[in-house]
Structures are given as C-alpha cells and as structure tokens.
C-alpha cells in the first residue's frame, strides 16, 4: 500500500512521508482561507486581473500542485473543475491545457495525474488523454461497474470512495456501520479484488475516508489518499500497523485479498 496524502494544505505535507499527493479544488479553497496560504490567492489574483473565478482556480491549481511536487517524491493529482464532468471535449481539452502548464512550470508529466469524475464523458475523455500519455485519476468513483469501465478504457488510476458511500447508508438508515461492516469499505474491496482477479493493471486508490477504521480495513490496496487529520490520527495510535499505515510504503499490509468472493 502506497500512502497518499489528500490536501491543499501542503505545508500539513511535510510532517509525514507519503508517495504521492491529491487534491481537489474545494481542498484548495479551504487552505486558501489560512493565512500562510494568502499570498498565493493574492499572486493568482494579481497576476490574473481579467480572470474569471474558475481561471483563478485554475492558477491556484497549478500553483498548489507545483508546491506539492517539490515536497513529494511521487505524482500529484489535480482535478478539473466537476462542472466539466459531462462534456469529453472540454475535459480533454482541459486536461491538455494543464499538462501544458505543468510542463512550462518544469514538472515531468509523468509526475502528474489528471483528475477527471468518472461519468461516461469522463471516462471517454481519460482514454483519449491516456493515448497521449497524459495519465488520469478517475474519481467521483462509487460501483464496480464505473471501476471496469474505468479500466478497460486503460486508465492510470481509480479514486473509489469510501466515507461518500458510508455517509448515504447512514442517513438512510441511521446505521454507523463499522469494520468489515462498512458499505464503503466493502465497495472498494469488491473493486480491488475484481481488478486483481482479472489481471486489470489500473492501480485503485481508496479515497473519501471518515475514519481510521477504515483505512486499515484498506491496508492492502494499491494505494490509499488519506487527509493529513487521518495521518496525524494514524501516527498517534497506539497500534503498530496503524502507525506504519503513515509512511510511504506500508509494503506488509496485506489485509485485503484477491481470495475474496467478488
Ligand atoms: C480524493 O481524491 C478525494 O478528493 C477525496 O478523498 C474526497 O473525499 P470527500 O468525500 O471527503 O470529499
């Protein structure tokens, strides 16, 4: 398991070591409102006096990925805006135009993930991106059948959402589902499982999580994006293979298997 740390807040980065880093435009404008992250809106803002609010969100993008680069060794994903998520044209053109930005910026596209939900636009778009080797992050991800769709159309990469579908179930029936228990738990290993049975490369990447519970009841898949709250809970538990689940490589934890019914 490969940890991901799940921010706009990058400075909340350095305190662990994870491989790689997501992000989220609603991630982003939550750290916008710390003051040790106004100067980058101001920049953006400066720098940009005719945008509009989606182009300076845009920059932001950029400029938080960039910082992001700098401090983790592996790939970032950013997200285009979820307004785009049923036009193919515009997420591919979208797409594009930030690898662009990332490339004159000096980050190697490799380095970077496209962040794209996974609607049938979305993941039209991401084939197409993917032949021109610009790599994507399917998110808004919540059935095996977005998963495989995801996977056939050669995807990097799938966000399924675990705290998204655990919130749904407890509002409708008031149950705080827990352990293996957990509808959005089960989801996202019925996805791993099918993707390692079937021989699918995409990598999954359980995201959206509300608890430590489960992120171990995870601890196996092929990476887990984890906000830095959760990390600083993992890092204080008095549990050994909660505690590893904070570093970069948690190799060991294999809690979840391909032996399980799919
Ligand atoms: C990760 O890639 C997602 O942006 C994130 O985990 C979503 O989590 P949420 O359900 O808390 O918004």
Redesign the pocket.
């Known amino acids: 398991t490969k940890v991901?740390a799940?921010t706009g807040d990058f400075q909340s980065i350095k305190a662990y070591t994870p491989r790689d880093a997501?992000?989220?435009p609603?991630?982003i404008l939550k750290a916008v409102q710390k003051d040790e992250y106004k100067p980058l809106l101001e920049k953006a803002v400066r720098d940009n006096p005719h945008a509009s609010t989606g182009e300076v969100i845009d920059k932001l993008l950029i400029a938080f990925g960039g910082e992001i680069l700098k401090i983790v060794s592996g790939r970032v994903?950013t997200?285009i805006d979820a307004r785009l998520s049923f036009d193919v044209e515009a997420n591919v053109a979208k797409g594009r135009e930030l690898i662009d930005l990332y490339e004159r910026a000096g980050f190697d596209r490799e380095r970077v993930l496209i962040?794209i939900a996974s609607t049938w636009e979305g993941i039209k778009a991401a084939e197409i991106l993917e032949k021109e080797m610009i790599h994507t992050?399917l998110?808004l991800l919540f059935s095996l059948p977005q998963a495989i769709a995801c996977a056939e159309a050669g995807v990097q990469l799938i966000?399924p959402?675990?705290?998204?579908i655990y919130?749904w179930y407890k509002k409708q029936t008031g149950i705080e589902y827990e352990g293996a228990e957990d509808p959005g738990v089960q989801s996202v290993k019925k996805i791993y499982n099918y993707f390692r049975k079937f021989g699918y490369e995409t990598e999954v990447?359980g995201?959206?999580?509300?608890n430590t519970s489960q992120i171990l009841e995870l601890a196996g898949c092929d990476l887990l994006?984890i906000?830095p709250d959760l990390l600083q809970k993992l890092a204080d538990s008095n549990d050994p293979v909660e505690r590893k689940l904070t570093a970069d490589s948690a190799g060991a934890m294999a809690k979840i298997s391909v032996d399980e019914k799919t």
Request: charge should be neutral; proline fraction near 0%; hydrophobic fraction near 30%.
């Open positions: 991901v799940d997501t992000t989220n609603s991630l994903s997200e962040k992050n998110t966000s959402f675990v705290g998204r919130d990447m995201a959206s999580f509300r994006t906000s």
